[in-house]
Structures are given as structure tokens and as C-alpha cells.
């Protein structure tokens, strides 16, 4: 597996857990919105460190670290994924998975194969604005694959979506009917990306800022999911049915 970057330290990557998180290069969205726009080139190799390297650097954090987040980029475009975590894996780590949810497939496979242990499924629109939003076509049977796959409760997750300026509140009350019953659905404050590292990216996003909407939209999406948590608005909230 190729790797374009690593965190050696988070507290926020994996839920309850110290982690580090492994970047890898390529994506096949381009989303607009995007704050690690340089890992959508398959060419990235910004770490310079090789997967035989930060295999060996995490065997000497054992006991330092709970666990290890795989994301990108969008990680299930790359060859060799499932070896790495069941790498990860066997040196005593967690393993998650941060994904766009666009390869059920492979997805399916990782899951069938053990080696995860916690799945962060980016929930982008609701399915009429996913083209527009994501840059590219998207196949939305594919992602309501993962979703069902998810659902399914082998595998502990949560679904999340980043509240861009362009989705407004039946936007996100559409996508919580289209993951009713989810376990945990994490509304996360969107934050501009740094000057020109999205000028390649379709569409014009407006400066950061919280929706005076966003806690009663909270209120009403907790009657579909079982969880309903926002981060990065000055406050947290948890609704538990």
C-alpha cells in the first residue's frame, strides 16, 4: 500500500482512542471542499516513507497507541490495503477506515477479511447534489451499498457528513431519512480550506461560518439515527433514542 503521509499522534481520528493516521495518495472524488487536496494525485509520496517503514516506526509505538486510522485520499483505491491492516493488526493495533464509501466491493472484502475494526463513512449530499458537490459523477447505488453493508452491524462506524455552506437543513434531514436507524451520525463544522489548495476544484465555497440551524437540525435527526453528534461548532451534543 502506498502512503502519502503519516500523523503520529490524534486525538480526535478514532473515537476513545489515541491513534496515528496513515494517509494514502489518490482520490476518486474532488470534492470541492477538500482539505488534503494534494492526496488526490495517486503520485503523492509527500512521507517519503515507505509501508515496510511505518510498519516497523508503529512496532515501536506499541503501547503508546492505541490504534490506527487509514485515510486519504480515499484509501479503497489502493492495492494491497487489506495486507497492510492485517499488518496493522497483528502488531496489536485497532484499525479504521476512513472512506467516501464509493467501493462497496472492497469494503465488503476488508470487512469478510477482520480487519477492521471501525468504519468513518462520509455521507457527501443528498443524492440529487453528489455530482455537483464531489466534482465527479457518483454511483449511488454504490454508495447505498456501503450504507447496507454498514448497517449490517459487523462492524462498529459512524456516518458523518462535513455542513458545507451549499447544504442546507432539508439537505441534511434528507441524507439522516437515507441512514435512518444508523447507529451514529456525526455533523461535522465545515472549515475553509487554506488559500488556492482547492483552485482546481469545482464550485465556490463560501467562508466558514456555524448555520444558526445547526441545533435544531441536530434535534430533529436524532428521531432518525440513534446517535446524533456535531463537532466543531463550540459544542457537543449526543442524542440517544
Not at 165 to 179: F, S, V, W
Amino acid at each position: 500500500m502506498r502512503i502519502a503521509g503519516v500523523v503520529k499522534s490524534s486525538l480526535v481520528d478514532y473515537p476513545g482512542m489515541i491513534a496515528a493516521v496513515v494517509f494514502t495518495p489518490g482520490c476518486n472524488l474532488r470534492c470541492s471542499y477538500c482539505h488534503n487536496p494534494v492526496l488526490r494525485d495517486a503520485d503523492s509520496e509527500a512521507s517519503g516513507r515507505t509501508q515496510e517503514e511505518v510498519l516497523s516506526w508503529l512496532g515501536g509505538r506499541r503501547g503508546l497507541l492505541d490504534a490506527v486510522v487509514v485515510s486519504g485520499g480515499e484509501p479503497t483505491i489502493q492495492r494491497g490495503i487489506a495486507e497492510f491492516m492485517a499488518e496493522v493488526r497483528a502488531l496489536g493495533y485497532l484499525v479504521k477506515l476512513d472512506t467516501n464509501g464509493t467501493q462497496p466491493d472492497v469494503l465488503a472484502s476488508l470487512i469478510d477479511a477482520g480487519v477492521l475494526d471501525y468504519v468513518g463513512m462520509d455521507i457527501k449530499a443528498p443524492a440529487e447534489k453528489y455530482d455537483e458537490i464531489c466534482g465527479v459523477s457518483v454511483d449511488q447505488g454504490a454508495i447505498d451499498e456501503s450504507i447496507a453493508l454498514l448497517m449490517e452491524g459487523s462492524v462498529d462506524h459512524e456516518f458523518r457528513t462535513t455542513v458545507i455552506p451549499q447544504l442546507t437543513p432539508e439537505d441534511l434531514l434528507t441524507m439522516g431519512n437515507r441512514i435512518r436507524c444508523a447507529r451514529t451520525y456525526v455533523l461535522q463544522r465545515y472549515r475553509r480550506p487554506q488559500a488556492g489548495r482547492s483552485s482546481d476544484s469545482p464550485g465556490s465555497v463560501p467562508a466558514d461560518r456555524t448555520p444558526p440551524w445547526i441545533e435544531a437540525v441536530r434535534q430533529r435527526l436524532g428521531s432518525l439515527v440513534e446517535n446524533c453528534v456535531v463537532r466543531g461548532f463550540g459544542f457537543t451534543c449526543i442524542r440517544s433514542t
